[in-house]
């Protein structure tokens, strides 16, 4: 059994050396990883495995199973940098150039723009970006978050599920992920403390659109884990987080608020960067901008992830990055981000 699972071990990591592309990476996920796939099949060997024998296969069975997920995620982040590198030195033929008519540039979405300079922002304190996938399983999306079935929570992030009856797949219930807290289980799973992991991208919800909502947006969230964390590094980082991107008046402000997910929760506000805190017709005369919801991990959480709760704390924290460029650039309907207009997005 050790040998067979060694064999899987070595093999599948040359294979994934040997990639040359996403489709072919994969292909080799599904060949091991899938339903009747290579790790699939040698654990139904289990039962015949004598018990001694199965006390160090089974550790190493787990050990062999994370090393492979690993390799092929770190070769799908090599490939696609190297696709977009290509990218980068490909030469379109710009219509100008034939027609003689004076040339106009384009770049990149304010939001494009927005997430990079963020991502910059947080490489500075050590974080690493790490990506989740937008199609997601209920248990990651939600039970692991502790957000059973039924609880009444699922009504905040009420999302588009997954029709799978006509295709064989290890679970049944798939569905568009709400939040990138989805990312949360994954990295707890594959990083060891001191953890400072950041991740970003698209989400999705049923929801009515309007000015401030729609279906489809992004969120920014960050993981950090390590001795001795607090409530107090949250402050830090949500205000080193708004000052250097709103500007450095800006104060934040922790707000109790539940999430199943976080113990104690809270909301992230921003001091309204509109009329300086005062009250204005932006922040309903608060003074306070609603920006993100954050917490200390709760420890039901942190044990699911593999991580000892008595050890180690846990601060999440989790941003909706078109709120954050609409109060940037002064923009007062959320949807004219994703409109298209070339005359609006050409501002900016
Ligand atoms: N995922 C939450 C939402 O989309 C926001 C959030 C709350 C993220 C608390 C977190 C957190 O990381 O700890 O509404």
């Known amino acids: ?45 289990f039962k015949d495995v004598p018990k001694d024998e199965l006390k160090k296969v089974g550790p190493l069975f787990n050990q062999i199973k994370q090393q492979l997920e690993i390799s092929i995620n770190e070769k799908r982040g090599t490939i696609r940098k190297q696709i977009y590198q290509s990218l980068q030195n490909e030469k379109f033929e710009i219509p100008s150039e034939r027609t003689g008519r004076k040339e106009k540039k384009g770049h990149l979405h304010p939001v494009t723009q927005f997430e990079e300079d963020i991502v ?19 248990y990651n999306n939600f039970e692991v978050l502790n957000i059973p079935e039924n609880h009444p929570a699922r009504d905040l992030w009420d999302t588009f599920y997954i029709d799978t009856t006509n295709y064989k797949l290890q679970t049944n219930k798939l569905l568009l992920r709400t939040h990138t807290s989805n990312a949360q289980i994954r990295i707890l799973k594959n990083n060891k403390p001191p953890i ?38 949250l402050q830090y980082l949500s205000e080193y987080f708004f000052k250097s991107i709103l500007g450095k008046g800006i104060q934040a402000r922790l707000r ?20 300086k805190g005062k009250g204005c017709k932006v922040c309903a005369g608060t003074g306070w901008l609603e920006l993100a919801g954050a917490g ?27 709120r954050m460029t609409m109060l940037k650039y002064g923009i007062e309907d959320l949807r004219s981000l994703k409109s298209g207009d070339l005359k609006f997005l050409g501002r900016f």
């Open 196 to 233: 400072r992991v950041m991740t970003l991208g698209r989400c999705f919800r049923y929801e009515n659109a309007d000015a401030r909502h729609e279906h489809t947006f992004e969120q920014f969230e960050i993981v950090y884990v390590d001795k001795d964390v607090s409530m107090t590094h």
């Open 120 to 138: 910059k922002l947080f490489e500075k304190l050590g974080f690493v970006q790490t990506d989740a996938p937008q199609i997601d399983t209920d």
């Open 256 to 275: 109790p608020k539940y999430y199943p997910f976080v113990e104690p929760g809270v909301g992230v506000d921003a001091s309204c960067a509109f009329c």
């Open 1 to 45: 059994m050790e040998e067979k699972l060694k064999k899987i071990q070595q093999d599948f990591l040359n294979k994934t050396k040997d990639t040359k592309t996403l489709a072919q990476l994969d292909e080799l996920f599904i060949a091991l990883f899938g339903k009747n796939g290579q790790l699939d099949e040698l654990s139904k060997q």
């Open 296 to 322: 200390m991990i709760h420890p039901g959480v942190l044990t699911r992830g593999g991580i000892d709760p008595d050890q180690y704390s846990g601060i999440a924290w989790g941003v909706g990055i078109e």
